[in-house]
């Protein structure tokens, strides 16, 4: 049995216009929410962080300097949010978080990068090549280079044959240990993965972006609010991939749902069911 013990986070909430066409069952008049989940994994040799949401310097200068984005995604941060000081109250040292695994590299992933200058931040290369080589105006606009301005040790990958469940999955990921893996689940970016990590109970899946609305993993009638779907379809990069993948988590979550957890970044239930479910 793994020696893993993990903590679900929100380091960022959102607020987009929208109300009850976002979240579904609020009134218009109030915005919707959605959060930015996060996973801290203890190890006996230390902290490793999926995803990193938005960071300490978000809610300073850097984030008026990206404020147009900020504001398009409706971000309403917290002081109390950034995954750095979720730690310290939690009796962790930041200093201990050794590698982060990103799902992919939109600013409400990596926007806490630099709040763990000392980690390995691992990333699948294809993701990596669409930030730093972006070839579409969609590529150019969605990435901030200022998140990575500190030089994060970054360590790319790419699937090599090794299955999970019938997915492609890059395992024994160098450094850490294995009980967490990535999935590579592209169409919201050009290389936009899931991270699995293997816990005493059973496995959890950080589904990233692949989908926003828990509705979406229901196997018999899937189900999104139409503004997370036209917003989904707007920013994907590949949609025919995108839904193809979606419904992929969705055999997953029909076939071995007592095995599986799978979440999504932003739907605020699931952040509230697997919170308060961790023991
Ligand atoms: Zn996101």
């Known amino acids: 049995m793994p020696a893993l013990r993990v903590h679900h986070l929100n380091c960022g909430t959102l607020r987009p216009p929208g109300g009850r066409l976002v979240n579904g069952n609020e009134s218009p008049r109030v915005a919707a929410r959605l959060v930015c989940h996060c996973l801290v994994v203890e190890t006996e040799q230390g902290l490793i962080l999926v995803d990193a949401g938005f960071g300490e310097q978000d809610l300073g ?10 504001r ?54 294809d993701e990596f090549q669409a930030a730093m080589h972006p070839q579409t ?38 450094g850490l240990p294995p009980e967490v893996l990535l999935l590579p689940l592209f169409g919201h970016s050009r290389g936009h993965c899931a991270v699995a990590v293997d816990t005493p109970q059973g496995w959890l899946v950080h589904a990233g972006d692949a989908y926003f609305h828990a ?19 707007a920013v994907a990069m590949d949609d025919e991939a995108r839904l193809a993948n979606q419904a992929r988590l969705r055999s ?28």
């Open 61 to 70: 200068a850097r984030g008026r300097r990206h404020r147009l984005q900020l």
């Open 72 to 125: 398009l995604l409706g971000a309403s941060l917290g002081e109390d949010e950034p995954a750095a000081r979720q730690l310290r109250r939690l009796g962790l040292d930041p200093a201990d978080v050794r590698h982060i695994v990103l799902t992919h590299l939109d600013v409400d992933h990596v926007g806490g990068l630099a709040d763990f200058p000392r980690a390995r931040v691992h990333v699948y290369v």
């Open 137 to 174: 105006l969609a590529e150019h606009s969605r990435y901030r280079p200022i998140t990575w301005a500190h030089r994060p040790r970054w360590v790319l990958h790419r699937a090599e044959g090794e299955r999970w469940f019938g997915f492609e999955a890059v395992r024994q990921i160098q």
């Open 215 to 233: 509705g979406e993993m229901n196997p018999h009638h899937p189900f999104c609010t139409p503004g997370l779907a036209v917003f989904q379809r």
């Open 252 to 279: 997953l979550v029909r076939d071995h749902g007592d095995e599986v957890s799978v979440f999504s970044a932003h739907d605020p239930s699931e952040f509230e069911r697997l919170s308060q479910a961790t023991p």
